[in-house]
Every structure is written in structure tokens, then in C-alpha cells.
Nanobody, 121 residues
């Protein structure tokens, strides 16, 4: 069973920075796209950023220029460097990965358990 485990959330003041990490483990053959999503209280989950296995990135307009997504394919890990944090960035951040397991022909979308980021004003 593949698991995604996030870390790095916490409380930070507006203007500060945090770095989230998400490590995938299990019987992994390959990982395609990886990404970060977030869900604020009372709102729907939304895309923050994605990165392909080749390193191509995509960002939500609200985080462009402030957040940087990266990945270490050897470690099956994706990162989200968050700079210039704003109170409106407060949310639970979820890691997402399209994972193909060993001895499987198709990849499946996997989610982490989420990590809370709180930005105080």
C-alpha cells in the first residue's frame, strides 16, 4: 500500500515562510505528477501547485511568485516552499501523487493526510 506522509506545517506570522515536505513510500514503480492542494475552512479543496516527473510546474494564480514546488525523484518526495505567507493561505495542505505500484499496470491517485498551515496577521 502506498502512503504519502506530509510534514512541515505550523503557525507562522504573515510575511513568513514555511517548507512542506511529502514523502511517498510503499511498493512504488513510478510516480507521475505530484502536487499540493489546500482546503480552507468552509471552502472547497483547491490546487496550489503541481510538478511533473520531468520538472514542469504549474501554480495557482494566488501563489505565483511566492510558492515554489520541487521534487526529488530518487526520494519520491515533493516539496512546497512557501514565502511571503498571507493570512488567506491558512488551510490544510494536502499532498497528491499519481503513483504506479510494482506489478500494477495503471497508476492511481493518492492523497496524504494533510498538514495544517496557519498564518497569523
Amino acid at each position: 500500500q502506498v502512503q504519502l506522509v506530509e510534514s512541515g506545517g505550523g503557525l507562522v506570522q504573515a510575511g513568513g515562510s514555511l517548507r512542506l515536505s511529502c514523502a511517498a513510500s510503499g511498493r512504488i514503480f513510478s510516480i507521475n505528477d505530484m502536487g499540493w492542494y489546500r482546503q480552507a475552512p468552509g471552502k472547497q479543496r483547491e490546487l496550489v501547485a503541481t510538478i511533473t516527473s520531468g520538472g514542469n510546474t504549474n501554480y495557482a494564480d494566488s501563489v505565483k511568485g511566492r510558492f515554489i514546488i520541487s521534487r526529488d525523484n530518487a526520494r519520491n518526495t515533493v516539496y512546497l516552499q512557501m514565502n511571503g505567507l498571507k493570512p488567506e493561505d491558512t488551510a490544510v495542505y494536502y499532498c497528491n501523487a499519481d503513483v504506479r505500484e510494482v506489478m500494477r499496470f495503471r497508476s492511481l491517485e493518492r492523497w496524504g493526510q494533510g498538514t495544517l498551515v496557519t498564518v497569523s496577521s
